[in-house]
């Protein structure tokens, strides 16, 4: 079994920055993938951006210049520094893995459990 584990949410000013962090574990061979989403209320989820095995990036347009993912292969983490936070940026943010419990298995989409992030003044 596969879990992913989200920390770093919580309440933060316009303005502001946040560090989100989320690490897999279990049964994992291999990860192609690691991404945050974000929904917030009464919209559909988002892909935020997200990194592959090499290191190449994407950003959905709206964050770019202000977010910054990275990922550590031999920890299996992933970590969303947020800064120039903004009021739209409100959501709550879910941490995705794309991987292979075995060599033999098809990679598949895992999620965390989602941690909440609210820009306020």
């Known amino acids: 079994q596969v879990e992913l584990v989200e920390t770093g949410g919580g309440l933060v000013q316009p303005g502001g920055s946040l560090r989100l962090s989320c690490a897999a574990s279990g049964s994992i061979f291999s990860i192609n993938a690691m991404a945050w989403y974000r929904q917030a209320p009464g919209k559909a989820r988002e892909l935020v951006a997200n990194i592959i095995t090499t290191g190449s990036t994407h950003y959905v347009e709206s964050v770019k210049g202000r977010f910054t993912i990275s990922r550590d292969n031999a920890k299996n983490t992933v970590i969303l520094q947020m800064d120039s936070l903004k009021p739209e940026d409100t959501a709550v943010y879910y941490c995705?893995?794309?991987?292979?419990?075995?060599?033999?298995?098809?990679?598949?989409?895992?999620w965390g459990q989602g941690t909440q992030v609210t820009v306020s003044s």
């Open positions: 995705n893995a794309v991987l292979r419990e075995r060599l033999w298995t098809a990679s598949r989409d895992y």
